[in-house]
Structure formats: C-alpha cells, structure tokens
C-alpha cells in the first residue's frame, strides 16, 4: 500500500511542479506586458536604434557605398512636416496596444518613424514612405558607412514643432549635423559640400532664394531626387536650373518618362542625366514581415478592432490556420479587402475603390456565388473632417447599406499591423488633373512609386493596383497582383478582380509568395543601396571634372 501510494504521488508531484512553472512564466509574460504598455515611447525608440545600429556590425557583405566614406554630403529638404495637415500630439508607442510584440517589431517601427497618431483621433502621417524620410533613410544609410552628412529643413514652422524637434533630435542622435538653411551658414555648406542633395521638386526655390549669386558654383554637384507625378510642379521658379545639375534622381521610369516630356513640352528645357532608383524595403521591416508568431498576434489584435471575428476567418496569406465556421447552407470565411493608403483625399481613389467593393457584392449575388464574406477597410479616413467628399463616400456607404462591410479606420498606430491582418492590397491610386465636377476626373497618372505596394508583398499579400504609374513596375499582372484602368474606366475591372481573388483562395495565396519573392529579389534595402551608389559614383564623378 505504502508502495502505491508512492508511486501516485511522484508524477501528481512533478504535475504539480509543471503547473507551477507554468503559472511562473504566464506571470512573468503578463508583468512584462504590463510594464511594456506603460513604458515610456523614448525606451522603445532607444531599444528600436540600438538594434538597427546593430545590424551593419553582423552583416559580412560591405555596403556599396563605403566608397562615400568621410564625403561631405548636404541634404536639403523642402520640409519635415510630415502630414498635409500638420503633426500634431503625442506621438504613441506600439508597445501600448500591442505590448505582446512591440519590442520587437519596434525595430521597424521606430527607425522608420511609422508612429500615427495623436490624442483626440488626430492622425500623424510620418510614414515611411513620404519625401522627407526617404530622405532620411539616404541620410542614415550614408552615416552607416562614414559619410559627413549635413541636414538643412526650408521650410519650418515658426512655432516650435514637437515631432520635428523629435525627428532633427533622432537624426542627430545618428550622427547628422542638423543645420540652418538660411544665411550664410547655408551659402557656405553648400559650396563647401562634395554632393548636395535636394528633395522633390518643391526644393528648387531654395537655390535662388538663398544661394543667390552662388548658385552656379553649386548646380555641378546637384542630384535633385524628384518623387512627384502632378503638373502644377513644373513652374519656372521650381524647376529652371533643372538643365545644369549634376543629374536628377526619379522612383519610377513612368515617372521619369513623364517629367522628361512634361519639361521639353511646358517649359522648353531639357533634363539632366537622369536616374531611376527604385526603392526597398528595411532589414527591419523584412525581419517583421517573415516573423509569423508576430503577424499571428498583431493579425487577431487588428481584426478584433475592427469587429471581425477570428472565428469568421478562414484565409489568410500569412500562412495563418483556417477557421471555419459553417452555416446550414455553406461555410462562410470573412475575407478583408484593405484599401490602404496616408492622405485620405480623392486621388488616392478611395471614391473608386468603394464603388468597385459594392459592384463585386453585386456581381456575387447576382452569379449566386459561395464565396468569402468581405469587408471593405480604408485605413487613413479623418473622422474629424466636414469635407465634401468625405461626407460623399460615406453617404454612398449608407445609401447602399454596406455599413456592416465598410470600415472607416481613423486612429492607426502604423501600418504593419494593417498588412499583417488583411489578405489583399488594393493599390488604387489616381493622381488626376483636369477635373471635372463632382468625383470623377481625367487622365489619371497614378502613384510615382508606392512603397506600400512592395511592402504589401514582402507581407505576401497580392496587390490590386491600376495599371498606371510606377505600380506597373512593381506588380506584374496575373503573376504578384491584377491590374484595372485608373479612373472610372477601372471600376468594374476591379470589381471583377476582386472577385476572381475572392473565389480562388490557391490564386491569391501563390500571388502573395510570388511578389514576396519578387520583394526578395529586387527591392530590399541592399538593392535600393546599390543603385544609389551607382547614381551617386557618376555624380560625383562628374562633379569633379567640372571643378577641374
């Protein structure tokens, strides 16, 4: 007897103590979550750095632009407000929502300033694709391998601005000088510098209005990296010393076919050698998207923001588990279509899209087709705003009653959740001219680049995006994405590719791993380092002939 009960207890006892341990390591998990969603956004910034710092020290591979090593390089930028309305409040940490796995998507967060919004559902847009912090990326990559770099800001608010004073802190916390872009401390750097540096079109009226009778002696060693696609950037004052730099910078072809034609045709003068750099992704934003456990966790956070549940979803191009939940006629999966864009304005076709999302819930009604149940999410939408066209698109949503499919999302920390949670981008941007009334426009060009779309893919999400702009450029029709006309034309086109990737779950699933591998083979940040270093070789080679 006393034999038995020994033998009971000894594996009772070592359930007990794995109970134990168990209970342990959930307490300590729960303590550093608690302690993690009350940090403070400066830790996680610092942890973020430390850790992009890190990366060069690993990598066995030099950089190709160890060539630039103790050059003197000028950054000018137009601006570093980075949202059209301006950036106003607090800026918050991912670590407050989504404490589970902001350290270490942090790493991608902080470095490229993807922090959103503010108190009160104002939205910050310091996203990482906008001019100002491509620049910034240039000016780190620069610092990464030696390179003396400068930073000059035109314009700047006259009041002291909290996320500009945070960002010119953070750029000097790597090593760039933050510098006045008036006076003659500004002549001065500007002849003094190997390469100057100046960012978008806009960036033109600086030369003349601050370097004056020194301009000629600076245009030599010009790269002017331009990224806009719109017609009222050609003016005289913008761009008339075009012809004389060194040479001009573009993200796309498209677009570089564009401003060659556009400056010949309105302006009578001819570009400069001109380069096409396409941009890529970060080490951390490719780190966050190849981390499954992560994208699992932010995937059913988002979700549940947003009132879908998990138990409705079956697909997911992350490689997540299906769920399935079954009706007495059929098995309904909630598929999420997300419309993913910054500036919530009618070139970014958010009109369009809508139109096309309630089209093909017609189109799968009227075939009576068993197909996913969708939901339409535009991220980026001001609900603060009393525009016209905001109030039109959301009447059009409540006149067609598609409310309980339609999600208007104001408050977003960052985007990368966003990408983690859905299962198609639709890239439907328009960037029209000439307007007509109402919403509709003519010829439309669409996005210069859009590096939203090979983030998408490096998410493995297949892209809807109009064959227009640099998008033809990234997504290859039927292949990484399908593409549809921009404009009105491109309505039903979409509806009808929505639909096709609503009824092929085998279709958008290898469209997502094909542009992943699309990402991965020419637009990462190594291969975007790569061009540069070429583009910046030839500059400066021609640079110096001419001081010769």
């Known amino acids: 007897m ?6 009971w207890w000894v594996p009772l006892q070592k359930r007990w103590l794995l109970a134990l341990l168990i209970m342990l390591s959930i307490s300590t998990v729960i303590a550093f979550f608690i302690r993690a969603a009350f940090d403070p956004c400066d830790h996680h910034l610092e942890l973020a750095e430390k850790r992009a710092n890190s990366v060069p020290q690993i990598s066995a591979k030099p950089s190709p632009l160890s060539f630039m090593k103790s050059k003197l390089v000028l950054l ?6 980075l949202s059209a309305r301006g950036c106003q409040g607090m800026v918050h940490c991912m670590a407050v929502i989504l404490p589970p796995v902001a350290s270490y998507w942090g790493v991608y967060f902080a470095p490229s300033c993807q922090l959103l919004d503010g108190p009160g559902g ?3 847009k310091l996203t990482g694709w906008g001019g100002p912090l491509l620049l910034m990326e240039l000016a780190f990559l620069l610092r990464g391998v030696g390179t003396e770099v400068y930073w000059m800001t035109i314009q700047k608010p006259s ?3 909290e996320v500009i004073y945070s960002l010119e802190h953070k750029m000097l916390d790597r090593g760039v000088q933050v510098v006045s872009a008036k006076g003659q401390e500004a002549v001065g750097m500007a002849l003094k510098a190997d390469l100057v540096v100046l960012n978008t079109a806009v960036a033109g009226k600086w030369l003349d209005a601050v370097l004056k009778e020194a301009v000629p002696g600076v ?3 010009v790269l002017w990296w331009i990224h806009e696609m719109r017609g009222h950037y050609f003016k005289p004052d913008y761009v008339k010393h075009l012809p004389f730099v060194a040479g001009v910078m573009i993200d796309s072809h498209v677009t570089a076919e564009y401003w060659r034609n556009r400056t010949r045709e ?5 570009m400069p050698e001109t380069y096409v750099v396409h941009l890529g992704n970060s080490k951390e934003l490719m780190e966050a998207a190849e981390d499954s456990i992560a994208k699992r966790v932010l995937r059913e956070h988002v979700r549940e923001s947003l009132g879908v549940r998990n138990e409705d979803l079956l697909f997911a191009i992350i490689n997540t588990s299906r769920v399935c939940r079954t009706t007495a006629a059929l098995s309904v999966v909630d598929m999420i279509f997300i419309y993913l864009d910054h500036v919530f304005h009618v070139e970014r076709g958010q009109d369009l899209f809508l139109r096309s999302f309630y089209e093909s819930l017609e189109l799968i009604k009227g075939k009576k087709l068993q197909v996913p149940s969708m939901h339409a999410v535009i991220v980026g939408s001001d609900m603060n705003a009393q525009t016209k ?5 959301r009447n059009f949503v409540a006149q067609k009653k598609i409310q309980d499919r339609v999600h208007f999302v104001n408050k977003t920390l960052t985007v990368a959740p966003y990408l983690a949670a859905i299962d198609v981008l639709v890239q439907n941007s328009q960037d029209f001219y000439e307007p007509f009334p109402h919403l509709f426009f003519t010829q439309a060009r669409g996005e210069c680049f859009g590096r939203i779309t090979i983030e998408a893919m490096a998410f493995q999400l297949p892209v809807l995006g109009t064959a227009a702009g640099g998008t033809t450029e990234i997504v290859v029709n039927e292949t990484t994405g399908l593409l549809h006309p921009a404009g009105k034309e491109g309505i039903t086109p979409l509806a009808k590719n929505i639909v096709k990737l609503a009824t092929h779950v085998e279709r958008r699933l290898t469209m997502g791993k094909r542009g992943y591998e699309r990402v991965k083979d020419m637009f990462l940040e ?4 790569e061009r540069i270093a070429t583009v910046l070789r030839e500059v400066l080679q021609k640079s110096k002939s001419h001081s010769h």
């Open 122 to 124: 104002q939205s910050n």
């Open 2 to 7: 006393a034999k038995h009960s020994a033998g």
């Open 159 to 161: 009041e002291e601005d």
């Open 219 to 221: 245009l030599p060693k």
């Open 526 to 529: 190594e291969h975007m380092a």
């Open 266 to 270: 309105r302006l009578r003068i001819k």
């Open 76 to 81: 000018v930028s137009h601006e570093l407000s």
């Open 389 to 393: 066209f905001e109030s039109e698109i």
